[in-house]
């Protein structure tokens, strides 16, 4: 897929705000830090597209991004939203904000329209976190479609990205008959940009 064109559009406190839902829309979401901002750049192949965050949670908002793009350098635009929302786990954000955090993005998965699949990121550094697992299970709960996206795997051995990705796919096959896609990926060195895309092109198509 060639991105032809990324652009901010909005960012809105809770889904009914959102901009109407007249074209396919693809989230991404994760720890706070897990490198989102960094990814979305990636992806859309802009410096600072996603504003990579110097105050992790801090931005609490539902961020639109309209995305045009196309399948080969000349064949016919589509349209696109590419949302980035707030991040969980910070640690420094009260009770409170945290429970108004899961009712906001409860509302917006379970009830988007034209959500077509969350992106769920996990940084490749580590064995499986109880904040992901707990998150990754409600959205199972919900029945949500998603793709696991394993994060700054320059960062650490392959082997050892394959290990963590197997034992959090460990995990959920205790209690899940499907287990989810997964895609590894590196903003650093690029990686991971075609298959995210070559994704969301093929949902774009159905
Ligand atoms: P966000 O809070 O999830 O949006 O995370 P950011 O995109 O702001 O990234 C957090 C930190 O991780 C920043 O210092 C990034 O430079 C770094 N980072 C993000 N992605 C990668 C990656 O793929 N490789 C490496 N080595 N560092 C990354």
Redesign the pocket.
Known sequence: MVIKNASYVISSPSWQKCPAPDRPEYAFI??????????INMLCQRQSL?K??ST?GKTQMINHFAIESSKKEKAPKYSWYLVDLP?YGYAKVAQKSRKAWSKMIEDYISGRENLMQLFV?IDGRHKPQAIDLEFVMALGHWQIPFTLVY?????EMPSVVERNIGFFLEQLRSSWQFLPQVII?????KVGREEILELIGNYNEK
């Open positions: 994760g720890r706070s830090n897990v490198g989102k901002s960094s990814l996603a990579t965050s992790p991040g990121l994060t700054k795997t320059d960062k990926t590196s903003a650093t060195k």
